[in-house]
């Protein structure tokens, strides 16, 4: 299956596009905002937790990248309120669930295998943030393949823009503007590199995943004239026919 995998390409979801698809797991339900792969693939997506629900232990072989959006989310060691970021790196396992139900950004199988240690960071913590140039900075992860980070925004304030790399973002809190759109909260963009364009925050400021990937870091994707390309980021896996490609969701024009 592939969503929004050509990576040459702009791609915008906004929740008023949001398409909720069951996982194999009962109570569980994902938005999938970019995917190479069928079940187990190179994978964006938000993923709701009902109450009560869990899935089976599993391994992450390419890694697990999560983000607490909504309520509380728990594997074997930690329960993990809103606001926690966690990185399981390729070869971990786990078994997740939510007692309270949760909502959850997750990407998977987009960690180098030089990864080996996993990370948890409370997003709530004052001592987190910094002040820097471009506002308050809540640094999460960074080496040579990605850097990863919140950034909050004050009213109006211009979002800075990666110009030599890819710049993925999903909006927490308020709202990000550009040419007479609104991006609220939920909603998510992937721009190539070179191509971010100018965004802002709104009347009421916002809060903003953040993450960057440098050019040369290419990730596995379908390219629009060459079809299914393979990058660092991603375990080999056989091509995937392009008539399996779903259409893009609120993809800006």
């Avoid at 979801?13 to 109570?27: C, D």
């Avoid at 992450?60 to 990185?87: K, M």
């Avoid at 399996?244 to 609120?250: K, N, S, V």
């Amino acid at each position: 299956m592939y969503v929004n995998a050509d990576f040459s390409l702009p791609a915008i979801v906004t929740p008023a596009t949001y398409q909720w698809h069951p996982s194999p797991q009962a109570g569980v339900e994902r938005v999938m905002l970019d995917r190479v792969g069928a079940e187990v693939a190179r994978a964006t997506s938000i993923v709701r937790y009902a109450p009560q629900s869990s899935f089976p232990r599993h391994q992450h072989p390419g890694g697990e990248e999560i983000l607490v959006l909504s309520g509380t989310f728990s594997d074997e060691t930690q329960d993990y309120p809103a606001g926690w970021y966690l990185r399981n790196p390729p070869g971990s396992a786990h078994r997740p669930s939510s007692a309270e139900g949760a909502v959850i950004f997750v990407k998977l199988c987009q960690m180098q295998p030089s990864e080996t240690t996993a990370l948890r960071v409370d997003t709530n913590d004052p001592a987190r943030w910094s002040q820097e140039q471009g506002g308050a900075i809540c640094s999460l992860y960074s080496d040579k393949f990605e850097s990863v980070w919140l950034q909050r925004l004050q009213p109006r304030q211009p979002m800075p823009a990666a110009r030599t790399a890819s710049m993925e973002l999903l909006v927490l809190q308020g709202a990000l503007l550009n040419a007479g759109q609104r991006y609220d909260s939920g909603s998510w963009l992937r721009f190539p590199a070179g191509l971010c364009p100018t965004l802002q925050a709104g009347d009421e400021g916002a809060t903003v995943y953040v993450k960057t990937v440098p050019a040369a870091c290419r990730t596995l994707g379908v390219d629009s004239e060459n079809g299914p390309q393979r990058g660092p980021f991603l375990p080999d896996s056989p091509p995937i026919p392009k008539s399996d490609m779903l259409p893009a969701q609120g993809l800006a024009t």
